[in-house]
């Protein structure tokens, strides 16, 4: 799959199957991700890549945050396909993937190389949905865990020298989600040409 495909075809999956993931996979999918741009080439980000019981404990506090978030739930089309129970149910388990990678970047009080290092880890977890929808995987982008960010650093003994940038659940995904609208598909809005 070239990379205009892979580009189009990345979708946010909520529901895997149970079949493991290989650890030749999981380490092509890093590579890429770990090829990505950097500022001054610092390359400062490293992955966590969770499996087993680990991945139901940030289960129990990703669901805890999602029951809560969704009281007032608006099913709007822009939210996807998921139900309220759907959507509780997939943090409960991150939709029953095998694996989990937790995106970290190095901690600093710099503001400059803060954003430096959100931008530039930003840009390998690009990478790393690219590499995992080229490869036939589902993975979905989130930062809602990160809302009891205290649980997840316990959980995983993160020091706290790194900043929890992402994290994606990763597997082969259970059906193929629906295309979602894009809200400018043909740029109008989003591209002004400057000369």
């Given at each position: 799959m070239d990379v205009f495909e892979a580009i189009h075809r990345r979708r946010a999956v909520r529901r895997y199957?149970?079949?493991?993931?290989?650890r030749e996979d999981v380490h092509t999918i890093l590579d890429a991700a770990n090829w990505a741009p950097s500022a001054m080439n610092r390359q400062q980000w490293e992955f966590l890549v969770v499996t087993g019981t680990k991945i139901r404990e940030m289960g129990e506090s990703y669901q805890a945050i999602i029951e809560e978030y969704t009281k007032n739930w608006d099913p709007s089309p822009l939210r996807g396909s998921l139900s309220r129970e759907e959507f509780i149910r997939f943090a409960g388990s991150y939709g029953g993937a095998p694996v989990v990678i937790v995106l970290l970047t190095e901690m600093t009080d710099s503001r400059d190389l803060y954003k430096a290092n959100l931008e530039s880890a930003s840009a390998?977890?690009?990478?790393l949905l690219l590499a995992?929808?080229?490869?036939g995987l589902g993975t979905c982008w989130m930062t809602g865990p990160l809302r009891d960010e205290k649980a997840v650093r316990e959980?995983?003994?993160?020091p706290d020298d790194r900043e929890i940038v992402a994290v994606t659940p990763l597997g082969y995904p259970e059906g193929t989600p629906n295309d979602q609208?894009?809200?400018d598909p043909g740029l109008e809005r989003k591209v002004r040409w400057v000369e």
């Open positions: 199957s149970p079949d493991p993931v290989g390998a977890m690009e990478n995992a929808t080229a490869l959980i995983l003994a993160i609208p894009r809200l």
